[in-house]
Every structure is written in structure tokens, then in C-alpha cells.
């Protein structure tokens, strides 16, 4: 897919973007990243550095956490796996 230019808005502020993915994709990311400022501003319509670090903060936690659980669950699926194994391995013989 080439590189498409789209327009999006995150915190009043206006960004020419190129991506492969398309503008929908970059507009769900855009909203996801408006939403999380909201979260920290309680509506107030100026952005100041600070907010836009405190969201940060906020969605480093979340991809954090999000990516603990897919370790947990990553781990657990390698565990049963490695037990279905000696079970039909017991089985041949």
C-alpha cells in the first residue's frame, strides 16, 4: 500500500501525516489520543506540556499492562502446549 498523507487533529493541533496504513486507521489513533487528553484535562480546551506528558504517562501505562498480559498469556499457552506434547510423546511409546 503506498504512502497516503492524511490530515488529523490531536490536541487542537493540526498534523499532515503519511502512513501506509490508511486514514481511517490514523483517525481511530487520533481520536483513542484525544479521548486519553480529555481524560487529564477535564474538558479544558488549552493543552499545556505538562497534560500532554501526564497522557503520555497514561497510555505508557496502559501499553505496559497491556503487554504484561500478553506475556502472562503468551507463557501460559507455551506451558500447556509443552504439556500436550509430553502427553503424545507418552503416547508413542
Do not use: C
Not at 489520543?33 to 480529555?38: F, I, Q, V
Not at 504484561?68 to 503468551?74: G, I, K, P, T
Amino acid at each position: 500500500m503506498p504512502h497516503e498523507t492524511v490530515e488529523i487533529t490531536i490536541g487542537g493541533q493540526l498534523f499532515h501525516l503519511r502512513s501506509t496504513e490508511g486514514p481511517e486507521r490514523l483517525h481511530q489513533y487520533a481520536r483513542y489520543a484525544n479521548a486519553k487528553l480529555a481524560e487529564v484535562t477535564d474538558g479544558a480546551e488549552s493543552l499545556s506540556l505538562r497534560v500532554a506528558l501526564l497522557a503520555l504517562l497514561n497510555l505508557s501505562e496502559e501499553l505496559y499492562l497491556e503487554r504484561e498480559a500478553h506475556r502472562n498469556l503468551l507463557e501460559q499457552i507455551e506451558g500447556r502446549a509443552g504439556k500436550i506434547k509430553e502427553y503424545l510423546d507418552s503416547m508413542e511409546t
